[in-house]
């Protein structure tokens, strides 16, 4: 036999999770607390689990993945980031080069199709990354998706761009000399309802020298009914 | 940029016209816990690596609205724990019960504590509370509040609490049913009218 399982719930007598937080750092500070606490599994676990995400120990057999995970995120949420110049303050040379380079990507993730008949009129609808500042369509809104956009770089000869797995497996990978790419039929079938891939690109200067480049942005494409199609959020 | 606190980050976020650098920093402070709470919670590192992206995805968008009531740390931890628990959990447990198909099967269809006509429903959470912090070790507290309480999978229960016995959090588990109604048959005995 076991408790009913609401009973074993956070219940409206335990403290909110910054108080438990406030605890966790400093019980004598929050000696008032003790008896509940003492008595609530359910805010003791919660301790042990805000404590265990603080402390981010990893095991011997999750460090590697930990690692790689963290390098991966590291990877697609840093801005893109001009070159420090030798000899100046790294603000300097951000200064200089990041009008230029900076604002490179614009392109919208969570991507939705609609059914339709016709495969060559799915609308999709975008999600903004807040990354993002331009070229993106309001969250719900519905635009004929044919290609991929992207602010251009005035220095920019061509453009290289890739599409990967979650995995990191490569599952196109084209260039284009201008800051758009039409997509193709074979680009449109990677494209799958529920499934979630990796769009970024570089910018290439005249030597094939990358001078910019976006942060990986997630797409994530979800069947829609046609009458009341939904975002990802 | 280091002496900054995360919550100072946050609002030269908030303010600052090109705020990404202080994102980028806030950020790189934070990558390893989320990665190793997802993974941990997941169990798989691709899975991870989708739940870690859409938990930073969540932080961006939500930012502009903190107010620095509580640390960013906590707010963080409470969206990731948040995203896993509501948003993956129901996908997860599906594949979870035919994974541990038996044992499972038996503790989710374990009957509940007879105790509701007897006692109020406060005095039923008092006497749960009670049986759970004398009877129960901590473990085995933490792994059936978790389980029964938020519906977490046996095999995620084990590596949330870092559990390192083989049988992981079953044996707790199993452990703390055995002790739980041992306690209610006591009770029921000394609570039965003549």
């Known amino acids: 036999m076991k408790p009913p399982e609401t009973l074993l719930q956070r219940q409206p007598d335990c403290p909110s999770i910054d108080t438990l937080a406030s605890y966790a750092e400093s019980p004598q500070q929050a000696a008032s607390l003790r008896p509940h606490i003492e008595a609530c599994a359910n805010c003791q676990t919660e301790i042990r689990l805000l404590n265990s995400f603080l402390e981010a120990k990893p095991a011997e057999h999750e460090l590697a993945d930990t690692r790689q995970l963290a390098s991966q995120l590291q990877a697609r949420f840093t801005s893109p980031k001009a070159t420090t110049r030798a000899g100046g303050a790294w603000w300097t040379g951000w200064r200089i080069w990041v009008p230029a380079m900076s604002m490179l990507l614009v392109i919208a993730a969570g991507l939705q199709w609609q059914r339709q008949t016709d495969a060559t009129a799915n609308a999709p609808v975008y999600r903004d990354i807040p990354r993002i500042e331009v070229y993106i369509p309001r969250q719900g809104e519905q635009i004929a998706f044919s290609e991929f956009r992207w602010q251009a770089v005035p220095a920019a000869a061509n453009y290289s761009l890739t599409l990967t797995e979650v995995d990191g497996t490569v599952a196109f990978a084209g260039a284009s000399p201008t800051a758009s790419l039409s997509l193709d039929a074979k680009t449109k079938g990677l494209l799958l309802p529920r499934k979630t891939l990796h769009f970024s690109v570089e910018a290439l200067d005249g030597a094939g020298k990358t001078i910019a480049r976006s942060a990986s942005i997630r797409i994530r494409i979800e069947p829609a009914s046609p009458k009341a199609p939904k975002t990802n959020e | ?194």
């Not at chain 2, 004398?134 to 792994?143: G, H, V």
Request: glycine share 4%; charged share 25%.
């Open chain 2, 1 to 194: 940029m280091l002496q900054h606190t995360d919550e100072e980050l946050v609002v030269l976020i908030q303010t600052d016209p090109s705020p990404a650098r202080y994102q980028d920093e806030l950020f790189r402070r934070h990558y390893d816990r989320v990665a190793l709470w997802c993974l941990r919670y997941t169990g798989d590192r691709d899975a991870a690596l989708d739940a870690a992206q859409e938990v930073f995805l969540r932080v961006q968008k939500g930012l502009r609205h903190f107010a620095g009531q509580a640390k960013f740390s906590t707010w963080l931890f409470t969206i990731a724990r948040n995203y896993c628990f509501n948003e993956l959990s129901r996908t997860r447990r599906q594949a979870e019960v035919s994974i541990d198909a038996p044992e499972t099967a038996e503790l989710a269809n374990e009957p509940t504590m007879p105790v509701d006509e007897a006692l109020s429903r406060a005095e039923q959470l008092q006497q749960a509370r009670e049986w759970m912090t004398k009877l129960l070790s901590e473990e085995e507290r933490q792994a059936y509040s978790l389980h029964y309480g938020e519906g977490i999978p046996i095999s995620t229960v084990t590596r949330l609490l870092g559990l390192s016995n083989p049988s992981g959090a079953k044996a707790h588990l199993v452990s703390a049913r055995r002790k739980l109604s041992e306690a209610v048959r006591r009770w029921k005995v000394g609570h039965e009218t003549p």
